[in-house]
């Protein structure tokens, strides 16, 4: 799979207004999802063949007692609203990004933002896989189809595939992906498998 505009993942998007082909006459809804600091808006960056929407904010003594920030000394910022970005997956296709806010304190924006999903790429960081929980379980409450992904940090342990996938309590047909999510190349190559996933359980239609 590869995106309308390019072959491979483009190295730098064009400079201007972005608009879809006028083929285009379908799109699928797709969440970014996962706990606070997990990668989301950077992964949604690295995808976008446009410029994405941000609503990040800089965070302020208020946060403070109210999100963890354990394992997070460095960040600064985070998404209060969503992340937005899309690939045109074909002529007749486009494939819209949704990414969610990680604090329990913006679900309700996370349940408006699922609705008409196709399916959801949770992201997870290994060095503290119990953050990723709730949020797995969340995606299984609402029977939307979702794909592992685990970000790659520089100090991210290594695991099996059936030690991961017991600790996480995931479903066998759930796919356990890997990327940096700051490599436009390994994000690209993420999507393409998911896309190929649900493509393969006849949840999306690739039509030329």
Not at 68 to 77: A, I, P, V, Y
Not at 98 to 104: E, R, V
Not at 125 to 140: A, I, N, Q, T, W
Not at 158 to 186: G, K, M, N, T, W
Request: with cysteine; proline share 8%.
């Amino acid at each position: 799979m590869a995106s309308a505009n390019s072959a491979e993942a483009p190295a730098s998007r064009p400079a201007g207004p972005q608009y879809l082909p006028s083929s285009v006459q379908g799109a699928v809804k797709i969440l970014v999802t996962g706990p606070f600091g997990v990668g989301k808006t950077t992964l949604v960056g690295s995808l976008s063949e446009i410029t994405p929407l941000r609503t990040e904010e800089t965070m302020t003594a208020a946060s403070s007692g109210v999100d963890d920030l354990t394992g997070h000394s460095g960040k600064t910022t985070t998404t209060v609203a969503l992340d937005f970005g899309r690939i045109t997956l074909n002529s007749r296709l486009a494939l819209y990004l949704f990414g969610t806010p990680g604090q329990q304190r913006f679900w309700p924006l996370w349940d408006d933002l699922s609705r008409g999903a196709l399916g959801a790429i949770a992201m997870v960081d290994l060095r503290r896989p119990d953050e990723s929980f709730d949020v797995l379980g969340r995606l299984e409450e609402q029977r939307i189809p979702f794909a592992v992904a685990v970000n790659t940090f520089p100090d991210t342990p290594s695991y099996p595939e059936e030690e991961l996938r017991s600790a996480l309590d995931l479903l066998p047909e759930v796919p356990i992906l890997h990327c940096d999510a700051r490599d436009r190349r390994q994000s690209y190559d993420l999507l393409i498998d998911f896309v190929d996933h649900l493509h393969r359980s006849s949840l999306l239609e690739l039509q030329p």
